[in-house]
T-cell receptor
Framework: GNSVTQMEGPVTLSEEAFLTINCTYT??????LFWYVQYPGEGLQLLLK?????DKGSNKGFEATYRKETTSFHLEKGSVQVSDSAVYFC??????????????FGTGTRLQVTL | DGGITQSPKYLFRKEGQNVTLSCEQN?????MYWYRQDPGQGLRLIYY???????QKGDIAEGYSVSREKKESFPLTVTSAQKNPTAFYLC???????????FGDGTRLSIL
C-alpha cells in the first residue's frame, strides 16, 4: 500500500535559520504530492503541491521538489520566521481520475522557531 | 468566501450517547472526507463520499456513521460503539481526481 514517512520532530530553529523537513514516500505509479501546514487548534491548510516528477511546488518562501528517483519531497525554506511555527504534514494522492483523492498522510513534523 | 464549516468547535459526549458532528461546504466539491487526528499522529480516514447518497468506509470506520443527502453536507455520527472517541475530527472536501483537499477548522470531541 501507499505510505509516507516524515522526519520526527520537534524541529527547533532560530529565526532566519534554514529549514529542511524530510519526506519520503512509497506508492505505485506517479502520485501527486502535497505539503500541508496546521497551526494550533486549526485545520490543515495546503502549503504547496507537485503533480509530476521534477515539479517544484512553492508558496510563502517554502519549496519542495518531486524527486521520483529518490521517492522524496523534502520541504525547505531559506529563512524561517516565528510565525512559521506549526505542524507540517507530507501527503500523497494516487493518480486516479474520476474518484475521490484518498490522501495518505505522514505523521507530521512540529516546527518551533525561536527569536 | 468559499470554504468548509465544521460545528461545533468543541463537543462533549456522555457514556452511551451518540453525537453528530456537522460539516458543510460551499466549494461545489463532489467529494467529502472525515478524518480523525490523535495527538502526535497523522490523520486517519474514517469515511469518504464521492457523490450524493454514496459513501465508503475508510481505515477506521468502526463506531462511526455518515450520511450524504446533500452535496454540501456530510455529517459524522460518533456512536456509543466507538469506545475511544476523544480526538480532533477534521472534515475535508475536494474535486475528484488526485486534487488537494480543503479542510475545515475541526471539532474537538471529549468524553464527560
Amino acid at each position: 500500500g501507499n505510505s509516507v514517512t516524515q522526519m520526527e520532530g520537534p524541529v527547533t530553529l532560530s529565526e532566519e535559520a534554514f529549514l529542511t523537513i524530510n519526506c519520503t514516500y512509497t506508492a505505485t505509479g506517479y502520485p501527486s504530492l502535497f505539503w500541508y501546514v496546521q497551526y494550533p487548534g486549526e485545520g490543515l491548510q495546503l502549503l504547496l503541491k507537485a503533480t509530476k516528477a521534477d515539479d517544484k511546488g512553492s508558496n510563502k518562501g517554502f519549496e519542495a521538489t518531486y524527486r521520483k528517483e529518490t521517492t522524496s519531497f523534502h520541504l525547505e525554506k531559506g529563512s524561517v520566521q516565528v510565525s512559521d511555527s506549526a505542524v507540517y504534514f507530507c501527503a500523497l494522492a494516487p493518480r486516479r481520475t474520476g474518484t475521490a483523492s484518498k490522501l495518505t498522510f505522514g505523521t507530521g513534523t512540529r516546527l518551533q522557531v525561536t527569536l | 468566501d468559499g470554504g468548509i464549516t465544521q460545528s461545533p468547535k468543541y463537543l462533549f459526549r456522555k457514556e452511551g450517547q451518540n453525537v453528530t458532528l456537522s460539516c458543510e461546504q460551499n466549494l461545489n466539491h463532489d467529494a467529502m472526507y472525515w478524518y480523525r487526528q490523535d495527538p502526535g499522529q497523522g490523520l486517519r480516514l474514517i469515511y469518504y463520499s464521492q457523490i450524493v447518497n454514496d459513501f465508503q468506509k475508510g481505515d477506521i470506520a468502526e463506531g462511526y456513521s455518515v450520511s450524504r443527502e446533500k452535496k454540501e453536507s456530510f455529517p459524522l455520527t460518533v456512536t456509543s460503539a466507538q469506545k475511544n472517541p476523544t480526538a480532533f475530527y477534521l472534515c475535508a472536501s475536494s474535486t475528484v481526481g488526485n486534487q488537494p483537499q480543503h479542510f475545515g477548522d475541526g471539532t474537538r470531541l471529549s468524553i464527560l
